[in-house]
C-alpha cells in the first residue's frame, strides 16, 4: 500500500498528517487526543468520555446548539469516539465546507466552557447511556469480565466509567481533566481527501500554531502483575440465552506477536480488520465456527482483538446453544486450540487470511473518511507506518509464529471465562 | 458572528476541488453514468462503474417479502431466504462459504416485508464468482434438512433474545397498535411458535411460488464496466423463468386510531426502558413524502435529533437517544418517537414527546428551521454516496420506487421548493396528538 502522506510537526507539538484523494469532492478531518479510559484513576473513571461529551456543549465561539446545527447544514457527517487508550473527534464535508470543521476542532481544543448547569445535565444523559448498556447482557459480562481480567491496570473500568463516579464526578474534575489532556503537544490532526496539501497545511498553520503547548501530561503506571491462574466468573441474568466469553491476554499492537496473534484470530474465528468504517465477512469456514455451530454447540461464535498501547485482552464471544452445556462448549473451544497448538496451520490457511485481509482493507479503502481515520489511529499505538505495512505484515507470519502464539496466548491459565446465564436456569444437554 | 466571518472568508481558497468535475455532476448518479436495461424476463439491472476502488458490490431484491407468509408459519420469507445459502444442486454449504471467505468476498439474503433482499461484495476479480453463487443459490437451492434445524436453532435463539430487547419489544407492541389488523402488525422474523411450525416442504413451496424474475432487482456498482456487468448478470439470471409468481398484491388500507392507546411490555431486571409513540405516516409515493421527511427532520433528526433531542435530552437531560423516525415505502411506514431513559421517568418523557407533538401540528416550523434541514438533505447527499455500497442503495432506491434515474440531479430543486405550509400540512395530515400509539418496554 503505496500511500504518499505529508508529515509535519508544529512548533507547539501538535502533529499533522494530510493525504490527499482527489476521487470525490469530500474531505475528512479527524483529531485525535492520546487520553482514555486508560488515564482514569478511581474516582474519575468515565471522566475521558465525560469530557468527549461536553466537547459537544459549546465554546464562546461556537454556543452550544450553534456548533451541531452549523456542520448538520452543511450536509457533513461527524462523530467523536472515547476508547481505552484516545479519544477522537472527526467530521467528513465536502470539500468546500471543510473550514467550519477546522475552526471547530481547534476552538474546542481550548475554549470548551464546561458549565456547570450543563455538566449536571449531561451527568443524566451519561447514566442515561450507562443503563442503555445495562440492559445489554453482553455489556454486564464484558465488564465483570474486564475488571476480573484487570486488577492493576487502569483497563479494568469501562470507558462510560462507574456509576458510583458518574454520580459524583465534579464540574472541577472534569474541566482539569480536559486542560490536562487536551493540548497539541497531546493531539494528532489529520485529514484526508480533496484538498491541496501546502494550502491546507498553510490554513492550519493559521489556525492551530498560535495555541501554546502543555505540560507533559501525566500518566498512570500501574502495570498488570501476570495472572496466576485461570479465572472464572458468573453474571446471573434475565432471559433464556446464555453467553460465554473467554479473554486471553493479548500483546500490544506493536509487539511482533500481533500479526502472529492476528492470523490466528482469522483462523479461530474468521477475518476481521480494524477499520472504522467498511463492514466484515462471515466466519462460517473458521475453526471455530465449524467445531462450535456446525456440531451445534453454539448458535454464533466471534473472536476480536484490539490494538492497544498496553497489552489488552483477545476475546472469543459464543452464545450458547440450547442443547449444549457450559462445558462441553469451553471443552471444544479447548480442543480446537489444542490442535493448533500442536499442529501448525497450513501454508493455504495462511494465504487465505493474507487475501481476506487484502479484501477487508480494500473495502475500507472506499470510504474517504476511513482512510482519514488510519492517519490518526495508527499513530496512537505506533505510527501509520504500521498501517501502511500492515499486509506485508501479516504475509510474512509462518505455520509456525501462529502454532507458537497459540502456545503463548491461549493458555488456560492465562484466561477469563466469564459465563452469562439466565437466573435459575437448568442446565440442559446431550449426554 | 466571529466564527462565521473568518469561515467564509477562507472556504474556497485551499479546498477547491481537483476532482476534476463540478461537484454534484461528479458525485450523484444520473442518466450519464448510470446504465439500466431490463432482461426479456423482466429482470432490471442497473450499473455504475466506480475505478477509484478495486472492488465490486452487488445488492438487489425481489417481491418474496413475509407479506406471504401465512399467519401460523410467519418468519417464513425469512427463514426461506436464509436457508437459500445452506447448500444448493451444485455445492454444499462448506463449499458455498469457502468459495467465498477464501477470497474474502461475502454473500447474503434475508427476508423484508415486500421483498427479500441480497447483498454481496467481492474484489472485481471475483466478481464472476459472486454472481455465479448468487444464480445458484436463488434457482437451485437444496434446503438441506440438517441447516433447517440448525438455522432454526440460530433464530429461535434470536427470538429470546429479541424478547429481552426493550428497543425490540416496544417496536413490535407500536407496531401491533397502530397496525392492527393490517399485514405490517406481524413481524418478519415471526414467534417462537412459528417458526417452530415452519417445514422443509414449506420452504421448498415459498421459493417455488415466489422465486423468479418478476420484479427481481440488481444493482451491480464498483470496479467493473457497466455493459460488462449487465452482460455477466444476463448470463447467469437471463434464462431464469417462473410462470407461478403471482401478480403484485394490494395492500389493505391503512388502519386508523380512533384514539390514543398505550401499552406497556413488562420485561423484569431492565435499566432502562424504551418508548416508541406515533402513528402510521406517508407511503414513499405519497405527494407530501418529502414535506413531511423534510418535517420529521426538523422534528427530531437534524443536528443532535431536532426538537425531540433537545427537548428531551439537552434540555431535561432525560435520555442518552431521542429521535423521531419516518420511514415510508411501498406502503405506508410509521412515523414515530423514539427515547431510551430511566424507567422512573417514562411518564414524564411520554409528556414531554407529546407537547412536542402538539407544538408540531399547531404552528408550522419557522423557515430557518426549515432552511437548515434542506440545506443538510443537499448537503449530504455526495456524502452519502462516498463508497459502492452508498451507491448501490441509492440506484435501489430510485428503482424500487420509480424516481426516475435524474432524481438526484432533480433533488436539490425538489428539496429548495418546499415550504414551510407543506411541512405544516404533511405534519398534520399524519399526526394527531389524540390518536397515537405509545409503546413501552421496560421493568
Same mark, same amino acid.
Given at each position: 500500500?503505496?500511500?504518499?502522506?505529508?508529515?509535519?510537526?508544529?512548533?507547539?507539538? %501538535?502533529? #499533522?498528517?494530510?493525504?490527499?484523494?482527489?476521487?470525490?469532492?469530500?474531505?475528512?478531518?479527524?483529531?485525535?487526543?492520546?487520553?482514555?479510559?486508560?488515564?482514569?484513576?478511581?474516582?474519575?473513571?468515565? &471522566?475521558?468520555?465525560?469530557? =468527549?461529551?461536553?466537547?459537544?456543549?459549546?465554546?464562546?465561539?461556537?454556543?452550544?446548539?450553534?456548533?451541531?446545527?452549523?456542520?448538520?447544514?452543511?450536509?457533513?457527517?461527524?462523530?467523536?469516539?472515547?476508547?481505552?487508550?484516545?479519544?477522537?473527534?472527526?467530521?467528513?464535508?465536502?470539500?468546500?465546507?471543510?473550514?467550519?470543521?477546522?475552526?471547530?476542532?481547534?476552538?474546542?481544543?481550548?475554549?470548551?466552557?464546561?458549565?456547570?448547569?450543563?455538566?449536571?445535565?449531561?451527568?443524566?444523559?451519561?447514566?442515561?447511556?450507562?443503563?442503555?448498556?445495562?440492559?445489554?447482557?453482553?455489556?454486564?459480562?464484558?465488564? +465483570?469480565?474486564?475488571?476480573?481480567?484487570?486488577?492493576?491496570?487502569?483497563?479494568?473500568?469501562? #470507558?462510560?466509567?462507574?456509576?458510583?463516579?458518574?454520580?459524583?464526578?465534579?464540574?472541577?474534575?472534569?474541566?482539569?481533566?480536559?486542560?490536562?489532556?487536551?493540548?497539541?503537544?497531546?493531539?494528532?490532526?489529520?485529514?484526508?481527501?480533496?484538498? +491541496?496539501?501546502?494550502?491546507?497545511?498553510?490554513?492550519?498553520?493559521?489556525?492551530?500554531?498560535?495555541?501554546?503547548?502543555? *505540560?507533559?501530561?501525566?500518566?498512570?503506571?500501574?502495570?498488570?502483575?501476570?495472572?496466576?491462574?485461570?479465572?472464572?466468573?458468573?453474571? =446471573?441474568?434475565?432471559? +433464556?440465552?446464555?453467553?460465554?466469553?473467554?479473554?486471553? !491476554?493479548?500483546?500490544?499492537?506493536?509487539?511482533?506477536?500481533?500479526?502472529?496473534?492476528?492470523?490466528?484470530?482469522?483462523?479461530?474465528?474468521?477475518?476481521?480488520? %480494524?477499520?472504522?468504517?467498511?463492514?466484515?465477512?462471515?466466519?462460517?469456514?473458521?475453526?471455530?465456527?465449524?467445531?462450535?455451530?456446525?456440531?451445534?454447540?453454539?448458535?454464533?461464535?466471534?473472536?476480536?482483538?484490539?490494538?492497544?498501547?498496553?497489552?489488552?485482552?483477545?476475546?472469543?464471544?459464543?452464545?450458547?446453544?440450547?442443547?449444549?452445556?457450559?462445558?462441553?462448549?469451553?471443552?471444544?473451544?479447548?480442543?480446537?486450540?489444542?490442535? %493448533?497448538?500442536?499442529?501448525? $496451520?497450513?501454508?493455504?490457511?495462511?494465504?487465505?487470511?493474507?487475501?481476506?485481509?487484502?479484501?477487508?482493507?480494500?473495502?475500507?479503502?472506499?470510504?474517504?473518511?476511513?482512510?482519514?481515520?488510519?492517519?490518526?489511529?495508527?499513530?496512537?499505538?505506533?505510527?501509520?507506518?504500521?498501517?501502511?505495512?500492515?499486509?506485508?505484515?501479516?504475509?510474512?507470519?509462518? $505455520?509456525?509464529?501462529?502454532?507458537?502464539?497459540?502456545?503463548?496466548?491461549?493458555?488456560?491459565?492465562?484466561?477469563?471465562?466469564?459465563?452469562?446465564?439466565?437466573?435459575?436456569?437448568?442446565? +440442559?444437554?446431550? =449426554? | 458572528?466571529?466564527?462565521?466571518?473568518?469561515?467564509?472568508?477562507?472556504?474556497?481558497?485551499?479546498? !477547491?476541488?481537483?476532482?476534476?468535475?463540478?461537484?454534484?455532476?461528479?458525485?450523484?448518479?444520473?442518466?450519464?453514468?448510470?446504465?439500466?436495461?431490463?432482461?426479456?424476463?423482466?429482470?432490471?439491472?442497473?450499473?455504475?462503474?466506480?475505478?477509484?476502488?478495486?472492488? @465490486?458490490? #452487488?445488492?438487489?431484491?425481489?417481491?418474496?417479502?413475509?407479506?406471504?407468509?401465512?399467519?401460523?408459519?410467519?418468519?417464513?420469507?425469512?427463514?426461506?431466504?436464509?436457508?437459500?445459502?445452506?447448500?444448493?444442486?451444485?455445492?454444499?454449504?462448506?463449499?458455498?462459504?469457502?468459495?467465498?471467505?477464501? @477470497?474474502?468476498?461475502?454473500?447474503?439474503?434475508?427476508?423484508?416485508?415486500?421483498?427479500?433482499?441480497?447483498?454481496?461484495?467481492?474484489?472485481?476479480?471475483?466478481?464472476?464468482?459472486?454472481?455465479?453463487?448468487?444464480?445458484?443459490?436463488?434457482?437451485?437451492?437444496?434446503?438441506?434438512?440438517?441447516?433447517?434445524?440448525? %438455522?432454526?436453532?440460530?433464530?429461535?435463539?434470536?427470538?429470546?433474545?429479541?424478547?429481552?430487547?426493550?428497543?425490540?419489544? &416496544?417496536?413490535?407492541?407500536?407496531?401491533?397498535?397502530?397496525?392492527?389488523?393490517?399485514?405490517?402488525?406481524?413481524?418478519?422474523?415471526?414467534?417462537p411458535e412459528t417458526l417452530q411450525a415452519i417445514r422443509r416442504e414449506d420452504m421448498l413451496e415459498f421459493h417455488r411460488a415466489h422465486y423468479g424474475p418478476r420484479g427481481f432487482v440488481i444493482t451491480v456498482v464498483g470496479a467493473v464496466d457497466p455493459q460488462e456487468a449487465v452482460n455477466k448478470?444476463?448470463?447467469?439470471?437471463?434464462?431464469?423463468?417462473?410462470?407461478?409468481?403471482?401478480?403484485?398484491?394490494?395492500?389493505? *388500507?391503512?388502519?386508523?386510531?380512533?384514539?390514543?392507546?398505550?401499552?406497556?411490555?413488562?420485561?423484569?431486571?431492565?435499566?432502562?426502558?424504551?418508548?416508541?409513540?406515533?402513528?402510521?405516516?406517508?407511503?414513499?409515493?405519497?405527494?407530501?413524502?418529502?414535506?413531511?421527511?423534510?418535517?420529521?427532520? @426538523?422534528?427530531?433528526?437534524?443536528?443532535?435529533?431536532?426538537?425531540?433531542?433537545?427537548?428531551? !435530552?439537552?434540555?431535561?437531560?432525560?435520555?442518552?437517544?431521542?429521535?423521531?423516525?419516518?420511514?415510508?415505502?411501498?406502503?405506508?411506514?410509521?412515523?414515530?418517537?423514539?427515547?431510551?431513559?430511566?424507567?422512573?421517568?417514562?411518564?414524564?418523557?411520554?409528556?414531554?414527546?407529546? !407537547?412536542?407533538?402538539?407544538?408540531?401540528?399547531?404552528?408550522?416550523?419557522?423557515?430557518?428551521?426549515?432552511?437548515?434541514?434542506?440545506?443538510?438533505?443537499?448537503?449530504?447527499?455526495?456524502?452519502?454516496?462516498?463508497?459502492?455500497?452508498?451507491?448501490?442503495?441509492?440506484?435501489?432506491?430510485?428503482?424500487?420506487?420509480?424516481?426516475?434515474?435524474?432524481?438526484?440531479?432533480?433533488?436539490?430543486?425538489?428539496?429548495?421548493?418546499?415550504?414551510?405550509?407543506?411541512?405544516?400540512?404533511?405534519?398534520?395530515?399524519?399526526?394527531?396528538?389524540?390518536?397515537?400509539?405509545?409503546?413501552?418496554?421496560?421493568?
Amino acid at each position: 500500500m503505496e500511500d504518499p502522506v505529508t508529515r509535519i510537526q508544529l512548533s507547539n507539538g %501538535l502533529q #499533522i498528517l494530510l493525504k490527499e484523494i482527489h476521487t470525490a469532492p469530500i474531505i475528512s478531518q479527524w483529531i485525535w487526543y492520546r487520553v482514555g479510559s486508560r488515564d482514569e484513576a478511581t474516582g474519575i473513571t468515565g &471522566a475521558s468520555h465525560w469530557v =468527549e461529551h461536553m466537547q459537544f456543549k459549546g465554546t464562546p465561539g461556537f454556543p452550544a446548539g450553534i456548533l451541531d446545527r452549523a456542520i448538520s447544514r452543511e450536509g457533513g457527517n461527524w462523530n467523536a469516539f472515547t476508547f481505552l487508550d484516545w479519544t477522537t473527534y472527526y467530521e467528513t464535508m465536502p470539500s468546500d465546507k471543510i473550514d467550519l470543521a477546522i475552526q471547530l476542532e481547534a476552538d474546542r481544543m481550548v475554549n470548551s466552557l464546561f458549565d456547570p448547569e450543563e455538566v449536571n445535565s449531561e451527568r443524566t444523559v451519561i447514566i442515561s447511556e450507562r443503563q442503555g448498556n445495562e440492559n445489554d447482557p453482553l455489556f454486564q459480562l464484558g465488564e +465483570e469480565i474486564q475488571s476480573a481480567a484487570f486488577r492493576v491496570h487502569p483497563y479494568h473500568h469501562e #470507558i462510560i466509567g462507574d456509576q458510583a463516579d458518574l454520580e459524583t464526578m465534579t464540574r472541577d474534575d472534569l474541566y482539569h481533566h480536559y486542560r490536562t489532556y487536551y493540548i497539541p503537544n497531546n493531539a494528532v490532526l489529520a485529514l484526508a481527501g480533496d484538498f +491541496e496539501t501546502n494550502l491546507m497545511l498553510e490554513r492550519l498553520r493559521e489556525v492551530y500554531e498560535s495555541i501554546q503547548p502543555g *505540560p507533559q501530561p501525566p500518566r498512570l503506571f500501574r502495570p498488570e502483575p501476570g495472572q496466576p491462574g485461570e479465572r472464572t466468573l458468573f453474571v =446471573e441474568g434475565t432471559g +433464556e440465552t446464555t453467553y460465554i466469553q473467554l479473554a486471553y !491476554r493479548a500483546p500490544t499492537a506493536n509487539h511482533p506477536d500481533f500479526f502472529p496473534c492476528s492470523v490466528l484470530d482469522s483462523l479461530l474465528a474468521g477475518p476481521s480488520s %480494524l477499520n472504522m468504517f467498511g463492514g466484515g465477512i462471515s466466519n462460517k469456514t473458521s475453526r471455530l465456527y465449524q467445531a462450535l455451530v456446525e456440531k451445534e454447540r453454539a448458535v454464533s461464535i466471534n473472536g476480536g482483538l484490539q490494538a492497544t498501547i498496553d497489552p489488552f485482552l483477545y476475546t472469543l464471544l459464543l452464545t450458547l446453544h440450547p442443547g449444549c452445556t457450559v462445558e462441553q462448549a469451553v471443552a471444544s473451544i479447548d480442543d480446537e486450540i489444542k490442535r %493448533l497448538q500442536d499442529t501448525p $496451520p497450513t501454508e493455504e490457511e495462511l494465504w487465505r487470511a493474507s487475501k481476506q485481509a487484502r479484501a477487508l482493507f480494500a473495502y475500507g479503502s472506499e470510504s474517504i473518511s476511513n482512510q482519514a481515520f488510519w492517519l490518526g489511529y495508527a499513530e496512537m499505538y505506533a505510527t501509520y507506518d504500521w498501517f501502511i505495512r500492515y499486509l506485508e505484515n501479516l504475509q510474512a507470519v509462518t $505455520p509456525q509464529d501462529v502454532q507458537r502464539a497459540a502456545q503463548t496466548y491461549l493458555r488456560p491459565q492465562g484466561r477469563v471465562l466469564g459465563v452469562y446465564q439466565p437466573k435459575d436456569h437448568q442446565e +440442559e444437554g446431550q =449426554e | 458572528m466571529m466564527a462565521k466571518a473568518s469561515f467564509t472568508r477562507f472556504s474556497f481558497s485551499h479546498c !477547491r476541488s481537483r476532482a476534476g468535475v463540478p461537484a454534484d455532476s461528479h458525485s450523484l448518479p444520473g442518466p450519464d453514468d448510470t446504465l439500466r436495461r431490463t432482461l426479456s424476463n423482466g429482470i432490471t439491472v442497473l450499473a455504475r462503474s466506480n475505478f477509484n476502488s478495486p472492488s @465490486v458490490v #452487488i445488492s438487489g431484491y425481489l417481491p418474496a417479502g413475509s407479506l406471504f407468509d401465512p399467519d401460523g408459519r410467519l418468519g417464513l420469507a425469512d427463514f426461506t431466504a436464509s436457508a437459500l445459502m445452506r447448500g444448493t444442486a451444485r455445492r454444499n454449504f462448506q463449499e458455498i462459504y469457502d468459495a467465498l471467505e477464501s @477470497v474474502g468476498a461475502s454473500l447474503g439474503i434475508h427476508g423484508g416485508t415486500h421483498s427479500a433482499g441480497f447483498g454481496g461484495r467481492a474484489l472485481a476479480e471475483d466478481l464472476d464468482m459472486l454472481l455465479s453463487l448468487l444464480g445458484e443459490i436463488l434457482r437451485q437451492p437444496a434446503f438441506p434438512q440438517d441447516h433447517i434445524e440448525r %438455522l432454526r436453532a440460530q433464530f429461535l435463539t434470536g427470538l429470546a433474545i429479541r424478547a429481552q430487547d426493550t428497543g425490540e419489544m &416496544a417496536s413490535l407492541a407500536f407496531d401491533q397498535i397502530v397496525y392492527k389488523n393490517h399485514p405490517y402488525s406481524r413481524p418478519e422474523d415471526g414467534y417462537p411458535e412459528t417458526l417452530q411450525a415452519i417445514r422443509r416442504e414449506d420452504m421448498l413451496e415459498f421459493h417455488r411460488a415466489h422465486y423468479g424474475p418478476r420484479g427481481f432487482v440488481i444493482t451491480v456498482v464498483g470496479a467493473v464496466d457497466p455493459q460488462e456487468a449487465v452482460n455477466k448478470v444476463g448470463q447467469i439470471l437471463g434464462d431464469w423463468d417462473n410462470p407461478s409468481q403471482p401478480d403484485n398484491s394490494a395492500l389493505p *388500507p391503512a388502519p386508523a386510531l380512533t384514539a390514543t392507546v398505550q401499552e406497556k411490555v413488562t420485561i423484569p431486571g431492565k435499566s432502562q426502558s424504551d418508548i416508541i409513540m406515533g402513528a402510521i405516516g406517508p407511503q414513499r409515493s405519497a405527494p407530501d413524502y418529502l414535506a413531511a421527511s423534510l418535517g420529521n427532520s @426538523v422534528f427530531g433528526q437534524f443536528g443532535m435529533y431536532g426538537r425531540i433531542g433537545d427537548v428531551v !435530552r439537552e434540555q431535561a437531560g432525560l435520555a442518552y437517544y431521542a429521535y423521531s423516525s419516518l420511514s415510508g415505502g411501498l406502503g405506508p411506514g410509521p412515523w414515530y418517537v423514539s427515547a431510551g431513559v430511566d424507567p422512573a421517568n417514562v411518564e414524564r418523557t411520554v409528556d414531554l414527546i407529546h !407537547r412536542e407533538l402538539e407544538r408540531f401540528v399547531r404552528e408550522p416550523v419557522s423557515k430557518e428551521e426549515l432552511d437548515d434541514s434542506k440545506e443538510n438533505y443537499i448537503g449530504r447527499l455526495p456524502l452519502s454516496l462516498e463508497s459502492n455500497a452508498g451507491v448501490a442503495g441509492a440506484l435501489i432506491n430510485l428503482e424500487r420506487y420509480g424516481l426516475g434515474l435524474d432524481y438526484y440531479r432533480r433533488y436539490p430543486a425538489m428539496i429548495s421548493a418546499i415550504s414551510v405550509q407543506d411541512v405544516f400540512e404533511a405534519a398534520r395530515h399524519y399526526l394527531n396528538p389524540e390518536r397515537l400509539g405509545i409503546a413501552v418496554a421496560g421493568p
